[in-house]
């Protein structure tokens, strides 16, 4: 198989799963990157253009309180977090941000600096900052207010998009489809690739010499991307994320109701987040070593689950054990 050649050149691969995945979206084109950091990049320009074909000279991005988007320069701008951003104190300024969940918040940051805001960038479901969901029917609204002030709705899909949640997007549980999204992690299951999908006048941004990236959108990694793709529908698995993510959910809930040390328990489909009161030292060597769990603690306290899409009953029961055992025991 041909590992590469120039993108000046038509690649069947690429063809079709651009092809698949604006279908699956309602999306109108996309651009094939090999990491998640890169495709939110492309996002970002995407909205500079806009700000540009607007007349804003100066323009601002809305993100999030506790947003992680990438740690090259541009998104780690974007993102927040002391731990990510130490030592790089001196980060471009294009950013407003804003608490998670807040519309109130929105519309202040829009009476202070409305006509330069051209567009807003958000994870439908916060990962790094421990499985945060945002209230039900926020994005609906964001989604609203994009459309009643002409900004750019982009979404960071990184770690929600290709089933995670149930869906193929998160977005699709609330009925709205965004301007711009970016997707990576699931698409490639282990192969490097990014996406950044655009629709409408977004599509439209980009001209030839915009914008170009030598290894993405490779025929290696869109034939992984095709076959993905391929194996989610087979296989039924957005059900099966469905039915096993609510399934773990509700045992952990069960299982470490009353637990002194957890806080919370949040998530959807198989994207599941375990707040604990005080942090757990050497929490993700034990669950390891003996319990057979790869984990993440994220912000130094909340257990982050992101199993696979084709796990099944018994492997929910030995992740709700382990995490029990390694929760009481440490």
Partial sequence: MLLHTSNLYSIDWQQRLAQRLTTLAGMDRAFFNNSGAEANETALKLARLHGWHKGVEQPLVVVMENAFHGRTLGTLSASDGPAVRLGFNELPGDFVKVPFGDLGALDKVHQAHG???VAILMEPIQGESGVQLAPRGYLKAVRELCNRHSWLMMLDEIQTGIGRTGQWFAFQHEGIVPDVMTLAKGLGNGVPIGACLARGKAADLFTPGSHGSTFGGNPLACRVGCT?????????LLENTRLQGARLLAR??????GHPNVMAIRGQGLMIGIELKQPIRDLTLIAARDHGLLINVTRGKTIRLLPPLTIDEREVEMIVRGVCRAVTIA
């Fill in 228 to 236: 993905v793709l391929d194996i989610i529908e087979e296989q039924g």
């Fill in 115 to 117: 006509q330069r805001i």
């Fill in 252 to 257: 952990l809930q069960t299982e470490l109701a």
